[in-house]
């Protein structure tokens, strides 16, 4: 079975569409985690400083996660919108900045 490049971006934007729904779950898991934690460090029984350090890591991590799948959508959506009005060897330099 020969594998293209093309069948393989076909391929894989159909898997990154079924895994859109679960990543953005996950990231929302990782928002409420921050928030969670954030208000349970202002509460005054609590002293630890691990609370609030987690509670920032883990926003850290919703935005580093969701900026980099909106980053991806946003990529996909213009290759899906250029694809039909350009050649394969347009589509190359523009990928690889090559002009």
Avoid: H
Avoid at 54 to 82: H, P, R, W
Wanted: glycine letters at 4%.
């Amino acid at each position: 079975m020969d594998i293209t490049v093309d069948g393989f971006r076909q391929w894989m934007w159909k898997g990154l569409s079924f895994l859109l729904p679960f990543l953005f779950i996950a990231y929302v898991l990782q928002l409420y985690n921050a928030y969670t934690l954030f208000m349970l460090s202002l509460r005054p029984d609590c002293a630890e400083w691990q609370v609030p350090v987690s509670s920032a890591i883990f926003l850290l991590l919703f935005i580093g996660n969701i900026s980099t799948l909106l980053v991806v959508i946003k990529n996909k959506m213009e290759e899906i919108i250029m694809k039909p009005s350009t050649t394969r060897a347009e589509r190359l330099i523009k990928k690889y900045k090559l002009n």
